[in-house]
């Protein structure tokens, strides 16, 4: 249980072989992705927001994909690739809670003080979670995130969307798209979108848009499960 690179995570949390790595994002994205068609009835529906897709694709992407799982999942789910060899969510170093909650690197009394959750909003998975990958969306890779920063909205000013690249369906030939969750509140549940960056650089709100003229949106960040890529 060290963190020889000191970014908060134990290194037997880490994805270090390029074949994990791939399974991981692929089907990370994919499980993502079918929100958009469906969302899966293993979706808790009081965390369906932005933070709470990331939450809930993390955690399927590292499960065991066995026939009780498909089941789980509903028709509509396939394999997608290899599993995670590493682990699996139910043999995780940290069991459920795999996500970080507060800055500084590893050590053993995480384990026991709730600096690991099963629970991470969009600025905690920011900050704790990924590591920056640039403003640049050439530099982005399939399972990445966008973020973006409102700082007027008191209650949830972070906001992220997950970079699909190419998806499984209804790709128009193209390899810029993301998928979101608008967010929820208690008058609206919001909704899943899949969209192309180059649609939203021409979002009517200008907040929206992923480009560098924009102060609100933060950039492509990656997730520090997948090691020092």
Not at 185 to 208: C, F, M, N, Y
Request: aromatic share 14%.
């Amino acid at each position: 249980m060290t963190d020889s690179n000191s970014n908060g995570l134990p290194d037997a949390m880490e994805l270090r072989s390029f074949e994990d790595r791939q399974s991981f994002r692929r089907w990370f994205t994919a499980i993502a992705e079918m929100q958009f068609y469906g969302p899966s009835s293993e979706w808790n529906p009081s965390q369906r927001d932005c933070a709470g897709l990331v939450r809930f694709a993390v955690r399927e992407a590292l499960r065991r994909h066995d026939r009780a799982w498909f089941q789980r999942m509903g028709p509509a789910y396939e394999t997608i690739a290899a599993d995670v060899r590493a682990y699996t969510l139910e043999t995780s170093p940290l069991g459920e809670k795999i996500f970080r909650t507060r800055e500084g690197g590893f050590n053993k009394s995480d384990l026991d003080d709730r600096t690991f959750s099963e629970f991470a909003d969009a600025r905690t998975l920011k900050n704790y979670n990924c590591v920056f990958v640039g403003r640049n969306r050439d530099l982005a890779r399939p399972g990445d995130l966008l973020f973006f920063y409102q700082p007027w909205v008191q209650k949830f000013p972070y906001h992220l969307m997950i970079f699909i690249g190419q998806p499984r369906q209804a790709s128009e030939g193209r390899a810029d798209w993301v998928v979101y969750h608008t967010g929820s509140s208690p008058e609206d549940e919001g909704t899943i979108k899949k969209v192309r960056l180059a649609t939203l650089d021409h979002h009517p709100d200008k907040r929206w848009r992923p480009i560098d003229a924009n102060p609100n949106y933060l950039g492509f960040f990656r997730l520090k499960i997948l090691g020092d890529e």
